[in-house]
């Protein structure tokens, strides 16, 4: 993910729906899911056809029947001219439904960066110890690189580290690690000297949001903050997944049926009122 991608997303989602970072993150996710919903059942009755998906679903149930009573009746040419044709309808009704899948791609894309940043870490508390990770070339190991002292900020051991030899992503690498403690809450800019080169990195302390955890400085230079996991309702999802993210498909998954009939339930009963 790019770095300009990622921060445009975030500004974004700030700026619209950072008042749910207020909230407790258990109900700030069932929000972010139902209205997640609100938006995709509003894109899905905007830019299709809905006279027409409701033709759809009505000849859909049709020829189930159709499709039924010619097998009851051992109909086997009719059976086949009805699942035909119920072959038809179902390619219109996909191609409706592509409409939304399409308009809806970008702003998902949008919504799930940000979610991304602002629900899979807790933001760490003062006084709560933070990790930060430099990984630096593999021919820097067994210099030296050191954090410039920050006010506010202690660093347990002194802010000089030796780097040593690690690998990431299957290549060697050098790395450095700072375990941090802020008395406050407050932003603290930290700055990395590797060399003749600087390096800043953001972190948030006592705020309802963490900063990008990960960033990445060019030469092979990049620096990470180890946060704790939001694990919603208290449920880890495993390695395969983020917490966060199964947590929303979940409640997605409910939210998105129940909205989307919900048009049709009180229009029946508002002909059954009248």
């Known amino acids: 993910m790019s770095d300009l991608w990622r921060d445009t997303c975030c500004r974004l989602g700030d700026a619209l729906l950072g008042w749910l970072l207020w909230l407790p993150r258990d109900a700030a996710l069932v929000l972010l899911a139902v209205l997640s919903a609100l938006v995709a059942v509003g894109l899905r009755r905007l830019v299709t056809d809905q ?13 189930k029947q159709l499709i039924r009573d010619a097998r009851l009746r051992n109909d086997e040419p009719a059976r086949v001219r009805y699942r035909r044709t119920a072959g038809a309808v179902a390619l219109l009704r996909a191609r409706q439904e592509a409409r939304t899948l399409l308009v809806s791609l970008l702003t998902w894309a949008i919504l799930l960066t ?23 070339p593999a021919t820097a190991a067994s210099s030296v690189v050191h954090l410039v002292p ?41 700055t990395l000297r590797f060399r003749d ?17 990960g960033q990445t400085h060019g030469g ?11 694990r919603p309702f208290g449920i880890a999802a495993g390695d395969w997944l983020p917490p966060w993210l199964l947590g929303y498909m979940v409640l997605v998954l409910i939210a998105y049926p129940l909205l989307a009939k919900m048009p049709r339930i009180v229009a029946c009963r508002g002909r059954r009122a009248c």
């Open 51 to 63: 006279t027409l998906l409701r033709r759809v679903r009505q000849d859909q149930r049709r020829l």
């Open 114 to 136: 940000w979610a991304a940043q602002r629900f899979h870490y807790l933001p760490p508390a003062p006084q709560e110890p933070v990790e930060f990770v430099a990984w630096l």
């Open 150 to 190: 920050c006010s506010g900020l202690h660093s347990q051991g002194g802010w000089v580290r030796e780097i040593i030899p690690a690998e990431r992503g299957g290549s060697p690498r050098g790395t450095a690690t700072w375990l941090l403690q802020a008395a406050t809450g407050g932003e603290y800019l930290l």
């Open 197 to 213: 080169r600087s390096f800043d990195h953001l972190v948030l302390i006592g705020q309802n949001r963490s900063a990008p955890t």
């Open 220 to 230: 092979d230079v990049e620096t990470q903050i180890r946060l704790r996991e939001y």
